[in-house]
C-alpha cells in the first residue's frame, strides 16, 4: 500500500487534465481509505490478542465525507444518473 500512495504522489504535480485530476483525487482517496482498512484488521487482530494500543488520530471528518461523495458523483456520472 506504501508503495501505491508513494507512486500516486509522484505521479500528482504531472496532472495537467481536470477529468485526469479527479480520476488521480478517486485513487489517492481509495488508496487511503485502503490503508485505514488494512490497518483496522491489524488492529482487530490485536484485539483478538489482546495487544491493541490506541493512537488517537485527529481526522477532518468533512474532508473525509467529501472524498466518499467524489468517488459515489464519478460512478453515478459513468452509470448517467
Not at 42 to 61: W, Y
Request: aromatic letters at 4%.
Amino acid at each position: 500500500m506504501n508503495a501505491i500512495d508513494a507512486s500516486l504522489e509522484l505521479l500528482e504535480p504531472h496532472i495537467k487534465d481536470p477529468k485526469h485530476r479527479q480520476y488521480y483525487k478517486i485513487a489517492k482517496s481509495s488508496s487511503d481509505l485502503l490503508t485505514f482498512l488494512v490497518r483496522d484488521i491489524l488492529d482487530f487482530a490485536q484485539i483478538q490478542e489482546q495487544g491493541l494500543l490506541l493512537n488517537p488520530e485527529k481526522v477532518n471528518l468533512l474532508q473525509l465525507v467529501n472524498e466518499c461523495i467524489e468517488m459515489i458523483i464519478l460512478k453515478a456520472q459513468k452509470k448517467g444518473i
